[in-house]
Nanobody, 115 residues
Framework: QVQLVESGGGSVQPGGSLRLSCAASEIVSNTATMAWYRQAPGKQRELVARIIDGGSTDYADAVKGRFTISRDNDKNTVYLQMNSLKPEDTAVYYC?????????WGQGTQVTVSS
């Protein structure tokens, strides 16, 4: 069972930046997809960004050009650099790993963008 622990959330003003981290408790297969999702109050959980086998990345239209996902296989960690944050980015952000041996979620970290 892979445990995922997110960190880096917090409160920031519009236009600010945050970097989220998600550390896995054990080695994550290089072929696994690592992703960030978010869920705002009253809304469904949505995909924000993912990084798949080979390092290809995919982003939601709402965050393209502002967010960057990356992974460090040596540290079993995936990151989400969030720049030019907007109030509509406010949500709980969840880390997700999908591998041949399972589908794993972190506990979530709150991001609040407000003036």
């Amino acid at each position: 069972q892979v445990q995922l622990v997110e960190s880096g959330g917090g409160s920031v003003q519009p236009g600010g930046s945050l970097r989220l981290s998600c550390a896995a408790s054990e080695i994550v297969s290089n072929t696994a997809t690592m992703a960030w999702y978010r869920q705002a109050p009253g809304k469904q959980r949505e995909l924000v960004a993912r990084i798949i086998d080979g390092g290809s990345t995919d982003y939601a239209d709402a965050v393209k050009g502002r967010f960057t996902i990356s992974r460090d296989n040596d540290k079993n960690t995936v990151y989400l650099q969030m720049n030019s944050l907007k109030p509509e980015d406010t949500a709980v952000y969840y880390c997700n790993v999908v591998a041949w041996y399972g589908n794993f979620w972190g506990q979530g970290t709150q991001v609040t963008v407000s003036s």
